[in-house]
């Protein structure tokens, strides 16, 4: 397992440090939205952690809720910040795989591709994570990307409504995205990639009005364990 451990870091390195870029719009790969057998769920979905304070603060948002969320985590921040991915799983959430260092899929080999996958599962693996689900870095994907994810026994869970809480573009604007969250809905926002303030914020202002609502937050059916 050291040796396995010391390759790993050594192929990180020499595939690239972690490097985000505007997210590319992503379009669902699943049913999602009024209608349906939904239990009143809204899916909360946080990318490119953890990061800090800033997970931390959502950790608490969504205890202070009663709120379930899946977080995809970057293997690299998780390699540096074991303890918060941890914590993430010890509050009753989910820790997922978004890849080793948040490359864009498509710009890379088959094989790099693979070895992304790999690496921040053998990451997740060791923190105790058996979550079935992955999200490509920005969304990007094309057929090669998609069956690498199959071969590797993820789903693929994307999202249909975006916060942009990426673009930072103020509280009131990401507040409102989430309080149009409709039961089904699989919500993006972020937890790492920058300051997350705003975000944290506008997640005090509108889970309590949506949990008025009758909306629970809960995991989505894709990345349930076991």
């Known amino acids: 397992m050291q040796m ?22 992503a379009h669902p790969d699943r049913a999602a939205g009024p209608g349906g057998d939904w239990n009143d769920t809204v899916y909360l979905t946080f990318d490119d952690g953890p990061n800090g304070d800033d997970t931390d603060r959502v950790l608490e948002v969504l205890a202070d809720n009663d709120a379930r969320a899946t977080f995809f ?17 010890a509050e009753g959430h989910v820790l997922a795989n978004h890849t ?21 599962a053998w990451m997740l693996d060791d923190l105790g994570s058996g979550a079935p689900c992955f999200r490509p870095p920005y969304g990007s994907s094309n057929a090669e990307v998609d069956d ?10 994307m999202w249909n409504v975006d916060t942009e809480d990426w673009r930072r573009p103020g509280v009131d604007a990401i507040a409102d995205v989430l309080l149009g969250a409709a039961p089904g809905d699989v919500v993006l926002m972020h937890d790492g990639g920058g300051d997350r303030s705003q975000t944290v914020e506008a997640l005090e ?20 364990v076991g």
């Open 100 to 120: 080793w260092s948040h490359p864009d899929l498509t710009e890379l080999s088959r094989a790099e591709v693979d070895w992304e996958i790999a690496s921040a």
């Open 148 to 157: 690498a994810i199959a071969d590797a026994g993820l789903n693929k869970l």
């Open 73 to 89: 985590a970057v293997g690299q921040s998780l390699e540096d910040d074991p303890a918060r991915g941890l914590r993430i799983m």
């Open 205 to 224: 202002i509108a889970l309590p009005r949506l949990a008025e609502r009758g909306y629970r937050f809960g995991i989505a059916p894709e990345c349930v």
């Open 4 to 25: 396995s451990r010391i390759l790993l870091a050594a192929s990180a390195a020499a595939i690239g440090s972690l490097t985000l870029v505007v997210p590319a719009a």
